[in-house]
């Protein structure tokens, strides 16, 4: 049987050494030294709150803040921080005053939470969705572009695309899609919930009307850290989802946008002020920074991707520039569960085997009605190659895989 190992950088996690834990992708994991430095926000917050939230709150937020914007190469005062993508979506998409009988323009690639806030609002604004589908597999990135705008119309309000789709996983041409639907006036949302962090971001030369990302996945801030970045030209549309005491009362040199969204009520600002930390650290695992942390990460989704094809004969479903560092592979059939009715918010009894019978922590979701089953590998620096042959070894074991395809 292989040996699951770590590498050497898992040092700097809290994880549990006993289980292999293949799935960063769906909450991420903070370093110790970041939990450290927020535990001394924390600390610093409740030994005065009033000189913390009043006088010295605002500055870390903004050194925070600065950090992020050259980070994702954007200006400081076209980002806010929210709490995760979803929280983004929901923001722009009930900011934005639609026309009744206009449509949404979505892929079947995106998340259910933001499906799920599209049906609602199209419910009550009488909107029509428009979801295009993007089968698997994908050879030709242009095909994805070429549906996509081919879906446009006159009607189109706006379109909702995933930057790296959570299932099944792969990376959109961004670049291509915004720059089409940019010269035709439509605008667009991207979901970049997976993207900073995994892949290297210029929000001011993609040029987006909106933009939202979660920190707290690729990044490795503490959970509840996202941003939601809007150009220029759109910042009087968008409000934030809590109006809160002061808006509108106080005479401020901030942005329309970037007053109202400065104070939503107490919170804990901690994980946004860990941002600026998180970047440096992260940046600090390998000398070449985060460019090699980006390629790293890369090279073992495609590897472990590419072991796993070749050991089940599974033909590689995507060009290798649609992958970043994270990967669904479709992985046979649930023949058990074929008459049943799936959504994306069902995950096979395949992953509960591994977990529980190995001690492997890795998705294992449906695609589409299902019963194709597609298992997600998203590797952080704390993996190491040696938990995919596990991984394999534990696949090959399942009974239900014994029936084959």
Same mark, same amino acid.
């Given at each position: 049987?292989?040996?699951?190992?770590?590498?050497?950088?898992?040092?700097?996690?809290?994880?549990?050494? %006993?289980?292999?834990?293949?799935?960063?992708?769906?909450?991420?994991a903070?370093?110790?030294?970041?939990?450290?430095?927020?535990?001394?926000?924390?600390? !610093?917050?409740?030994? /005065?709150?009033?000189?913390? @939230?009043?006088?010295?709150?605002?500055?870390?937020?903004?050194?925070?803040?600065?950090?992020?914007?050259?980070?994702v190469?954007?200006?400081?005062?076209?980002? =806010?921080?929210?709490?995760?993508?979803?929280?983004?979506?929901?923001?722009?998409?009930?900011s934005?005053?639609?026309?009744?009988g206009?449509?949404?323009?979505?892929?079947?690639?995106?998340?259910?939470?933001?499906k799920?806030?599209?049906?609602?609002?199209?419910?009550?604004?009488?909107?029509?969705?428009k979801?295009?589908?993007i089968?698997?597999?994908?050879?030709?990135?242009?095909?994805?572009?070429?549906?996509?705008?081919?879906? =446009?119309?006159?009607?189109?309000?706006?379109?909702?695309?995933?930057?790296?789709?959570?299932?099944?996983?792969?990376?959109?041409? =961004?670049? /291509?899609?915004v720059?089409?639907?940019?010269?035709r006036?439509?605008?667009?949302? =991207?979901?970049?919930?997976?993207?900073p962090?995994?892949?290297?971001?210029n929000?001011?030369?993609?040029?987006?009307?909106?933009?939202?990302g979660?920190?707290?996945?690729?990044?490795?801030?503490?959970?509840?850290?996202?941003?939601?970045?809007?150009?220029?030209?759109?910042?009087?549309?968008?409000?934030?989802?809590?109006t809160?005491?002061l808006?509108?009362?106080?005479?401020?040199?901030?942005?329309?946008?970037?007053?109202?969204?400065?104070?939503?009520?107490?919170?804990?600002?901690?994980?946004?002020?860990?941002?600026?930390?998180?970047?440096?650290?992260?940046?600090?695992?390998?000398?070449?920074?985060?460019? /090699?942390? @980006?390629k790293?990460?890369?090279e073992?989704?495609? %590897?472990a991707?590419?072991?796993?094809?070749?050991?089940?004969?599974?033909?590689?479903?995507?060009?290798?520039?649609?992958?970043?560092?994270? @990967?669904?592979i479709?992985?046979?059939?649930?023949k058990?569960l074929?008459?049943?009715?799936?959504?994306?918010?069902?995950?096979?009894?395949?992953?509960?085997?591994?977990?529980?019978?190995?001690?492997? /922590?890795?998705?294992?979701n449906?695609?589409?009605?299902?019963? !194709?089953?597609?298992?997600?590998? %998203?590797? !952080?620096v704390?993996?190491?190659?040696?938990?995919?042959?596990?991984?394999?070894?534990?696949?090959?074991k399942?009974?239900?895989?014994?029936?084959?395809?």
């Amino acid at each position: 049987m292989p040996e699951p190992k770590y590498s050497k950088l898992v040092k700097h996690w809290l994880l549990d050494k %006993s289980v292999t834990f293949l799935n960063h992708g769906s909450f991420g994991a903070c370093p110790t030294p970041i939990l450290e430095k927020q535990s001394e926000y924390r600390k !610093q917050l409740e030994s /005065e709150p009033l000189r913390f @939230m009043m006088r010295e709150c605002d500055a870390l937020l903004a050194k925070s803040k600065n950090k992020l914007s050259a980070f994702v190469n954007c200006n400081p005062g076209d980002l =806010v921080f929210i709490n995760n993508a979803t929280s983004g979506v929901n923001t722009v998409l009930k900011s934005l005053n639609f026309k009744s009988g206009s449509e949404i323009l979505i892929t079947n690639h995106i998340y259910p939470a933001c499906k799920n806030t599209i049906k609602k609002i199209a419910k009550e604004k009488n909107l029509t969705i428009k979801e295009i589908k993007i089968p698997l597999p994908v050879f030709n990135s242009s095909n994805i572009t070429d549906k996509i705008i081919n879906g =446009v119309n006159s009607k189109t309000a706006i379109v909702l695309i995933d930057h790296i789709s959570s299932i099944p996983g792969i990376r959109f041409p =961004v670049e /291509e899609i915004v720059n089409e639907l940019n010269s035709r006036n439509i605008d667009v949302l =991207v979901d970049g919930a997976h993207a900073p962090g995994m892949v290297p971001l210029n929000l001011n030369k993609l040029n987006a009307p909106y933009y939202t990302g979660n920190c707290h996945k690729w990044i490795c801030s503490p959970k509840g850290s996202a941003f939601l970045f809007v150009r220029e030209d759109k910042q009087k549309l968008i409000k934030p989802l809590v109006t809160s005491r002061l808006y509108g009362e106080v005479k401020t040199t901030l942005s329309e946008m970037q007053y109202n969204f400065s104070w939503q009520g107490t919170f804990d600002p901690t994980p946004y002020i860990c941002i600026a930390d998180a970047i440096d650290f992260m940046g600090s695992l390998f000398p070449g920074g985060w460019k /090699e942390l @980006m390629k790293h990460n890369h090279e073992l989704a495609l %590897s472990a991707g590419k072991k796993i094809c070749n050991e089940f004969e599974i033909e590689f479903p995507y060009l290798d520039d649609l992958i970043a560092g994270l @990967m669904g592979i479709p992985f046979f059939k649930d023949k058990k569960l074929s008459k049943r009715k799936l959504s994306l918010h069902d995950y096979s009894p395949l992953q509960d085997d591994l977990f529980y019978n190995y001690n492997i /922590e890795v998705v294992v979701n449906y695609w589409e009605k299902a019963p !194709q089953r597609i298992l997600r590998i %998203s590797p !952080q620096v704390y993996n190491d190659i040696s938990q995919y042959e596990y991984l394999i070894y534990a696949l090959k074991k399942v009974k239900r895989l014994k029936s084959k395809r």
